[in-house]
């Protein structure tokens, strides 16, 4: 189901230049493109709390959610574990995933 334009598998598409969408004149490849944005965030340079995250996700979060529903979801689930749990933070994400599908 995840597929470009209900065409072609989004990893099988970077390669296809020429591809059309099934039935039509549009070319795929300005919906698809292997270059990734990329930003850099200085950690040194600011302050950081114990439950401080950073989320990087791809379009498919971002697609969905936006900034202050996914911060509000892990702080959220960060508020109900235990704060001496070492995991917690991967767990926020695994819990978020589970929770999501549901």
Known sequence: ?????????????????????HDSNIYIKPFLSCCPEVKAYPL???EHGADDVLVMGTDGLWDVL????VAEAVTC?????????????????????ASSQA
Do not use: M, W
């Open 77 to 97: 689930f960060l508020a109900n574990c235990d704060p001496d749990d070492q995991h917690r933070h991967v767990h926020s994400s695994h819990g978020y995933t």
């Open 1 to 21: 189901q995840a597929r470009v334009l209900a065409t072609i598998g989004v990893t099988r598409g970077l390669g296809d230049h020429n591809l059309k969408v």
């Open 66 to 69: 936006s900034n202050q529903e």
């Open 44 to 46: 040194a340079q600011c």
